[in-house]
Every structure is written in structure tokens, then in C-alpha cells.
């Protein structure tokens, strides 16, 4: 045993012979005393409270400036859905370029160097389409306007010479600008209304092979009841010409969005009693009168990449052989 | 000493037979035959590099691809105005993309591949009430479609190559 041992078993023997185990509820009471802070003086109370007031002060200086320095139609930067692709074209126009390294965005200031643009170039009969996208930013050129968007915020609308643009930050929180000759300025609009907001990684699958071959890109669940097929699936290929892109369901049925101002339902042909309801961007429910006399409401929703339509999917029971959707009168309740 | 002259005899057999199988497979199943003639007086309606398109109005109004004395069989271009369809045949060292599409009007053609985009086509009228489009792709050239569009710049049809 060494030196250290022997002084560490003493140690050890010493602290034992010192210690007196016993269990909780035979110890002696001890008092509770309820922890207070320190008291301090009044005048360090004092420099406390101006010490909180200066800095409240300041933070609401510095959240002013910075509303100041802003514009107010800016979305918060930083979207994972950056890119914009139009779902409905003018007749007869078809895309004939896009890429992810463009440096304009018309419409906006100059945009960030390290910002991705996302552009697709389309040709008509006597006209083209230019399409550009990115995460917004704060930088937007404001133009007086009478026009709306209710799937974004335009914030730019222009003609110079024979060239209109309208840029808008979409509610996606994307920074978009239509630039086009010989178009018309409500086909413009709706095309800015009926807009696929892409991922980097869908917009690539998109123009991959310069947009020929159908796929389906997106797939949301939409409010409601779960059923086989109750999933909304954004398919196509931005080179079809007759449906390009469109909003699938159920099986096989599917349709060319576009802003709606009525409420609308479609049922599926399997007599299931399967409906998908679809409205307004501004809709948060839909009521339904069902066939047994009952009224559900049904909230209302929009996936993550497409916010001109809402939509929610229910299921009938007992739909009977003769089943239509007219049976089941839908109106829509709106946010105001 | 009988086993090495096998050898020596066997060496330049298997060579000259991997020589023959190479020259074979050059250009892989070809689409092209010289037993593939058709009958009749054919109409020469578009050329390319080494290579033409031809219509036969006596063999049930067929068209067909010749390059260098050999033809593609001739194909039906019966379609009605707006249908469409498309192959890429090779042989004789070409692979050749082409596109029949039904117009009474006269249209052209954009060009989309893996090395191209949007590239104007002309579209040659094989008969009255049918154009065709033609492409002589280039090694390693993956075809992706091809938009038509009429006179006035108008798309009308964008067919897929794309499976």
C-alpha cells in the first residue's frame, strides 16, 4: 500500500466516522424559508427602470427605421418556393428557353448577386412572354395601380412602349415579374393569378427535358375526408399544349385552374359519392346541404404550391345509384 | 506440335471473326433495306445532309427516308388535320428524327433536344393536307420534342419524344 493510499483510506474513515445516515422522514425539521432576491437600494431600482425604458426605446427606434427603409409590400425574405410557372398561357403561345441564371427581375431593383432567378421565355403568334422569379426581397419599383392580385400583392405594373410588365410578391413569399409584348393586359393577369410556385428541385424536373413528357410534380391532401384517390395532384408538362399544366384528382379527372369567384364541386363517376369541392382564394369553408338533409361545413385549404383555388375533398354516404353533385347545393363562406 | 499449329490457324480465324461482327454492329439494327423498295415514281420532298425524304403517291400515298441507295419501309401518311406521329429510325450511320403531323396549312417547326432549343425547322409538305419534319440528330443528341407552329407564329402542337 502506498504513501497515498494509506492517507486517502484515513480519509475516507474520517468522513464515515462524521456522517450520519438516516431516512427523510426521521430527520430533524428544518425551517422552509421562501427565497427572496437580494433587497437593493432604491436608487439601483431606479437606474433599472430607466435602463428597461432606454431600452425599449430603442427597440421601437430601430423597428420604426426599419419599416422606414422597407417598403411595406415586401414579403419576409427566404422561401422554399422561389420559382414561378404559369399554369394557363394565351392561345398559341409555347416555351421556348428557360434557366435559373438570370440577373433582372423588371419590375424590382436590382436583385441580390447571390440571388437564383428562375426564367422561362415563351413565343406567340406576334408576341412573347418573359417570366421571371425569385425569393423576394426588398426592393420592389412601386407603380401606382388599379389592377389586384388575390394570390399576391402587385406591386408594379407598367407599359414602355410595347412592353407591359407586372411584378408582384406572391404570397409564397416569391418575387415575380411578367414582362410581355403583344399580350393583353387581363391575359396577363390571369396568367399572374394561376401560378405553380416550384421548388428549385420541381422547377429543374419541370424544364428538364425542355418541358416535353408529362409528369405529376406535386401532391397535396386537401381538407376533409380520406378516401382512395382524395389527393390533388398538379400534373402535365409545361409543353402540353392543350391541358399544359393541370390540377388532377381521383382517378383520372382533372382541370385548367384559374381564380374562380363562385364555389364549385365535381364528383367522381365511380359512385362512391366522392366530391371535390373548389373555390376562391379567399374561401375558409364550404357549406354543404347534404342528401339527408344535414348542412356540413367543411373548412377550406390551398397547398403550399398553388393559392388561386381552395379546395377540400368529402365523401357522401350512402350516395345511391343517381347521385350528382347538384344534389348537394355548396356555397362558400369567405373571409372578408 | 500438331496442337500449336491448331493454334496458329485458330488466332486468325477468331480475329477476322471479331473484325466481321465489329463492321456488323457499327450502326446497330438499322432501319434501313435496299429490300425495301417501293413501287412507283417517287417525289423527292425534302433533302438533308446525305439523306431524303420521298413520296410515293402510287403506293398508297407512303413516304419514306433514303440514304445512299436504301430506304426506310414507306410509311402511311394518312392522318387527319391536327394528329401526329413520330419515330427515329437509324442505319447507315445516321439516326434520323422524324415527325408527320396532319395541316392543311403550311407550317414550320422548333426543335427541342439535348443540344438544341427552339431551333426553327423547316416543315416539308409531304402531300396536300400533310407536313412532316425531319432531323438528322447528332452523336449523343437526345431528342425531346418538336413544337409546330403555323403562319401567323402561332404554337398548334408540341409533340413529345419524351416516354
Known sequence: ?336 | MRRRVWAIMALPSIALIALLVAISDTDGPSDFSTSTQPSGVGVVVGTGDGWTLEFYESSDGCYLLRIDGETTYCQSTHYPPGSSTWKVVQGRGHRIAVLLYGSEEPVTGRWFSSISRAEPLTGYQVRPGMAAFVVDLDDGENPWGIQVVDETGALVAATSFVS
Request: aromatic letters at 10%; hydrophobic letters at 40%; proline letters at 8%.
Open chain 1, 1 to 336: 500500500m502506498t504513501d497515498l493510499e494509506t492517507r486517502l483510506r484515513a480519509t475516507y474513515t474520517a468522513v464515515a466516522e462524521q456522517t450520519s445516515v438516516a431516512p427523510w422522514s426521521e430527520l430533524p425539521d428544518t425551517d422552509v424559508v421562501e427565497l427572496r432576491p437580494a433587497a437593493v437600494s432604491t436608487r439601483h431600482a431606479r437606474v433599472g427602470w430607466w435602463a428597461a425604458a432606454a431600452a425599449f426605446l430603442l427597440l421601437a427606434g430601430a423597428v420604426g427605421v426599419a419599416r422606414l427603409r422597407s417598403d411595406p409590400v415586401t414579403a419576409p425574405a427566404g422561401t422554399d418556393r422561389p420559382f414561378a410557372i404559369p399554369m394557363v398561357l394565351p392561345t398559341g403561345f409555347g416555351l421556348v428557353d428557360w434557366s435559373t441564371d438570370e440577373t433582372l427581375l423588371p419590375g424590382f431593383g436590382d436583385v441580390p448577386t447571390d440571388a437564383a432567378v428562375a426564367s422561362l421565355d415563351y413565343l406567340g403568334p406576334g408576341g412573347e412572354i418573359h417570366v421571371r422569379s425569385t425569393e423576394a426581397f426588398g426592393d420592389p419599383i412601386t407603380t401606382p395601380r388599379s389592377d389586384t392580385l388575390s394570390t399576391g400583392l402587385l406591386v408594379h405594373t407598367a407599359t414602355d412602349g410595347t412592353t407591359t410588365t407586372l411584378a408582384w410578391v406572391a404570397d409564397s413569399g416569391a418575387a415575380v415579374s411578367l414582362s410581355a409584348v403583344g399580350v393583353e393586359l387581363d391575359e396577363l393577369l390571369t396568367m399572374a393569378e394561376a401560378v405553380w410556385y416550384a421548388t428549385p428541385k420541381r422547377f429543374a424536373a419541370a424544364t428538364a427535358t425542355g418541358g416535353f413528357g408529362s409528369q405529376t410534380f406535386e401532391r397535396w391532401q386537401p381538407p376533409g375526408d380520406r378516401f382512395d384517390g382524395s389527393e390533388l395532384r398538379l400534373e402535365g408538362s409545361l409543353q402540353d399544349t392543350y391541358s399544359h399544366l393541370s390540377l388532377g384528382f381521383f382517378c383520372c379527372h382533372g382541370f385548367t385552374p384559374g381564380v374562380s369567384s363562385g364555389c364549385f364541386f365535381q364528383t367522381s363517376s365511380d359512385g362512391e359519392g366522392h366530391v371535390l369541392l373548389f373555390g376562391p382564394p379567399s374561401t375558409t369553408t364550404f357549406v354543404v346541404s347534404l342528401p339527408d338533409g344535414s348542412v356540413r361545413r367543411q373548412p377550406a385549404g390551398s397547398p403550399p404550391w398553388f393559392s388561386a383555388n381552395t379546395f377540400a375533398m368529402i365523401e357522401v354516404d350512402d350516395p345511391g345509384p343517381d347521385f350528382d353533385a347538384k344534389d348537394i347545393p355548396v356555397s362558400c363562406e369567405v373571409t372578408r
